[in-house]
DNA sequence: ATCACACTTGCACAAATGTTCAACGAAATT
DNA sequence: AATTTCGTTGAACATTTGTGCAAGTGTGAT
């Protein structure tokens, strides 16, 4: 242990005045090895205290606790002041994207008010020549604005990539229904492909009973409805719903369901959930625990109360 | 220039999370050439800040400053509200010297309460194997303790190295008698070092008329009083005297003197001054803009007072 | 005094960081 | 539209920093 008077005025040499270890080791006539090892030591004991002044700042520390708390990738925030926290959300989700896609990646989208939004918030975007897939079948009405097609297909196109179509609505009436469409050699490759994909980027559903209940759940039956909510379902993430607890529920549906399922979706590198509001809190919460995703992009109101 | 959300985000992990620069590109899929400049430009924005948290880090901004000011080596400051201030400075001098010290360097000493004081701080010395030189002649009584060859044969003996005596009082009753001294063999071998000195050490003479004026003065006669009291004297170096703007005075005292004359003394490369209180202010930064001394070890009240 | 131990130092190497330069791409100008 | 200009980027190189190791130094016990 050192003369504090010493490791202040090292300190102070280096990190005020910005000289080099070697010119301090000459002013003071000391080895520079000792000049190092004073500056972990001014370090440890807080001698030097380095300060980030940025209203963001604090984003930064909830991201890295979250990261830490689900053992995730990565967390990305954005602050819950903003006046449309969707758009932004949106925004920050295609920036991103952008910022870690690589030439020729596969990627694969679910869909959702969130990943809609994103494709018109992406500006400038490289060309990647990625080729994107689809992981679930289209909504029921063939509103073609919010259809995954339209997504996947908007997106390869501003990316200069590829795109992949389905030709399916996400629940069919029966399984053998479902089960014929999956064995064609078309959805063959679409398989094929998501469980080998670079990157995948999804949504997530909030519990039934919510108002703003997404679109495409008018495909479930009354019966499905009933059954989901007597399991507890707090939400979905491609068509899957789950509990609490994380255990996937309605098997029967799922049978009917076409969509990549939760196992094949975790062999995926990179893993991106961009979801926000209250009300998704549990459904956020319990697909952290499950592992399906790694990463998440959100605002800091619910990553706060993910925190608990 | 950047987005200022990116820099912050940089920022936080390279010195929150204390990530390298590599790791934090390869999160961010950026160039870690970026990463650098990011980091600069944090620094440069203040975005990052900065801070030593001690109380002795206000010195250091002193020194710098003072430093700055009259272009010194250096600066060593200690802190003015040490109970016993004299004794303070003499062991901060005494450390400084013992830091500086090499191997068969040559070292010069002028005299004065501080360095005589200083002789005894030393402690733990290490065999540097130097050699100790007078740089002015001494006082008029045979005071063993303040001579300047008890000074210098101490010293020597603490750092195991040789001392050089010198035989003559600082002032000689006519400048014959001075030249005949300085002519003799003995003394052209002191003059000879004198011009070769590594290391010189000098105390700062106050204004005549102080209460505490040194033992040494009752060798000037009062005809040199009066002459110095006339042309405005403010101190001396080395039994030279100059006023406030750095002009040598009394040349015919000077001529009557034994002692290293300033523009020996500024071809040292290492000359330390040794000198604090309020009286001596003038004539310590009179001194320090002529640069005969480039390094100055004093206390911060004094400091304070030469910034202006 | 001698030994043993803990602790510090400097050297040499490995890792991390800063900087130059050439190529690229976006805006502005013709 | 073609061309110029300006600013950004990554790759390679230069510099700076961190660290394991062996040698040195002081301290305390025997």
């Known amino acids: 242990m050192h003369d504090e008077r010493l490791v202040t005025r090292v300190a102070y040499q280096y990190y005020i005045q910005n000289l080099t270890q070697s010119q301090i080791a000459k002013n003071l ?5 000792t000049i190092s090892r004073l500056l972990t030591q001014a370090r440890q004991q807080h001698i030097v205290s380095i300060n980030i002044n940025t209203a963001d700042a604090g984003l930064l520390e909830l991201e890295a606790q979250l990261k830490a708390q689900y053992h995730l990738r990565n967390v990305d925030l954005i602050d819950s002041t903003h006046s449309d926290l969707d ?14 896609i690589k030439p020729n990646n596969l990627v694969g989208l679910s869909w959702g ?6 494709v018109g918030q992406l500006d400038h975007p ?13 909504p029921s009405a063939a509103n ?11 997106l390869a196109k501003k990316f200069m990539g590829n795109s992949v179509f389905i030709n399916a609505t996400a629940v069919q009436e029966s399984r ?17 492909d998501w469980a080998h994909l670079d990157i995948a980027l999804v949504g997530i559903g909030g519990p039934l009973n919510h108002k703003t209940t997404s679109r495409w759940r008018d495909l ?26 994380g255990k996937l529920l309605a098997p029967d549906l799922q049978k009917r369901t076409i969509a990549i399922s939760l196992d094949t979706l975790k062999r995926t590198p990179i893993r991106i959930a961009v979801a926000r509001s209250k009300e998704k809190v549990p459904a956020i919460k319990a697909l952290l625990k499950m592992g399906v995703v790694n990463t998440l992009i959100t605002d800091n109101e619910t990553a706060n109360q993910l925190l608990h």
Chains 1, 2 share one sequence.
């Open 220 to 245: 479930l039956t009354p019966e499905d409805q009933a059954m989901l909510k007597e399991q507890r379902a707090i939400g979905d993430c491609c068509c899957t719903f789950y509990d609490a607890n």
């Open 87 to 100: 758009l932004a959300l949106a925004k920050e989700a295609a920036q991103y994207l952008k910022q870690i």
């Open 144 to 154: 073609a604005k919010y259809h995954v097609n339209t997504i996947v297909y908007d």
């Open 176 to 192: 053998y229904l479902r089960d014929g469409i999956m064995n064609a050699k078309y959805f063959q490759e679409l398989a094929r």
């Open 126 to 138: 490289k060309a990647a020549n990625a080729t994107f897939v689809p992981l679930v079948g289209g």
């Open 29 to 33: 006539n000391i080895g520079r090895s």
């Open 113 to 118: 008010a969130s990943l809609a939004l994103m």
